[in-house]
């Protein structure tokens, strides 16, 4: 390619991260711009419908938003300069299932630690958010960046993040960091040496908001060191492991990853099972529509369930949908010897439910959104 693309996201945009790991590693030259610009502005903003990043703008104009859109749509052109779906059934699905947990599971423990530290915090995120627009930026900047720190840290609720949950989400994301740091001590990326989808979905929480908000920042870094390296080789244009002089690549399915998955259905199942309830409850609806009961708000309804000692209730989001179907789908078009090599390996984890878990519905998207298929 002779131009690079432009990738409008934020250093401290969770799916940014992801977006911006991908193109690093597939040495995809890009510019990233903050999405403030009066192009964004006047160009991408009334394309995309609605104030979100990551998008990219490929030098044909081009326009991708979400991140597995734009990380599929950059694979089909053949910039990937190798597949992140690894060609192994087993381990392809097992990577689906990673990008799911990382762009949809760890929300609670990204947003708890962003928002709710603000005597420790607020330097960092607000410079995040829009400071380092510097002491010039115009009142109409300002005023955006307040409304969408606002609106952000106004999201807590409805994520089930509340003082009787707190202790739990805080309890529960060090028994993941304790998981992750034994696993990356003995490889450098999820499967071995070098990443797939499941990395890349992984990055989202675990990147900007979990290692470098500074209150997670800080117990990453003490608790699980090889998991904050990963964090930043993750960013690296090299395989960047030449602190782990004892790893020798190896094809196989690393024996450390399993606990993860054993942590997925503990935590997040529990949470799948109950939106596709809430999902199933939903009459009808007509194709092509938003899927939402909320004109405001991409939501589709409340719900609650079981995350350790404590019930934690929620709002179902349809991007969720969208992210699981990959996995379920991917699933249905096996071969029976492969699933049942993939029920196989997650049956004992507890998790072979998951490549089942359907709905009534579909969700799809179309023109930047999600919508009823
Ligand atoms: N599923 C989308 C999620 C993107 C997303 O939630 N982006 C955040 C920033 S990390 C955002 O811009 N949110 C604005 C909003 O939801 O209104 C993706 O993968 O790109």
């Not at 703008?57 to 910039?79: A, H, K, N, R």
Request: overall charge negative.
């Amino acid at each position: 390619m002779s131009a690079p693309l432009t990738l409008y996201g934020m250093k401290i945009s969770m799916f940014t991260g992801k977006v911006r790991s991908y193109l690093i590693k597939h040495a995809i030259a890009f510019e990233e711009v903050a999405p403030v610009n009066a192009h964004f502005q006047t160009i991408i903003l009334p394309q995309i419908g609605r104030r979100i990043i990551p998008v990219i703008e490929m030098p044909d104009g081009t326009i991708v938003q979400d991140s597995t859109d734009i990380i599929d749509y950059l694979e089909d052109q053949g910039f990937g300069k190798v597949s992140v779906y690894p060609q192994d059934p087993l381990q392809k699905i097992l990577a689906l299932i990673l990008e799911l947990f990382g762009d949809e599971g760890l929300i609670r423990p990204a947003m708890h630690y962003r928002w709710n530290f603000p005597d420790r915090t607020h330097g960092f995120i607000s410079h995040g958010f829009g400071g380092w627009q510097g002491p010039d930026a115009s009142q109409d900047m300002k005023t955006q960046s307040r409304k969408t720190m606002e609106k952000f840290a106004g999201l807590l609720p409805a994520l089930g993040i509340t003082s009787q949950t707190t202790f739990e989400i805080e309890r529960s994301f060090d028994e993941l960091m304790e998981i992750l740091d034994t696993h990356f001590e003995r490889t450098p990326y999820i499967f071995g040496d070098r990443p797939n989808i499941g990395d890349y979905g992984m990055m989202c929480s675990l990147y900007a908001h979990l290692a470098r908000d500074p209150v997670p920042a800080s117990r990453m870094k003490d608790r699980a060191p090889n998991l904050y390296r990963w964090t930043e080789r993750m960013n690296s244009p090299h395989g960047d492991y030449s602190d782990m002089p004892y790893y020798k690549p190896n094809a196989d399915l690393p024996e450390t990853v399993a606990p993860l998955f054993q942590y997925i259905a503990k935590y997040f199942l529990p949470e799948l099972i109950m939106n596709i309830e809430v999902l199933d409850a939903l009459p009808k609806a007509q194709a092509g529509t938003p899927a939402s009961i909320n004109p405001k708000m991409a939501v589709l309804g409340f719900g609650s369930f079981e995350h350790g000692d404590v019930s934690i209730g929620c709002a179902v989001r349809p991007s969720r949908f969208y992210m699981l179907q990959r996995v379920t789908d991917d699933f249905a078009a096996l071969d029976d010897a492969a699933q049942k090599q993939v029920l196989g390996y997650l049956q004992p984890l507890g998790l072979a439910s998951l490549v089942k878990l359907t709905s009534q519905h579909r969700i799809k998207r179309e023109n930047h959104i999600e919508v009823w298929g």
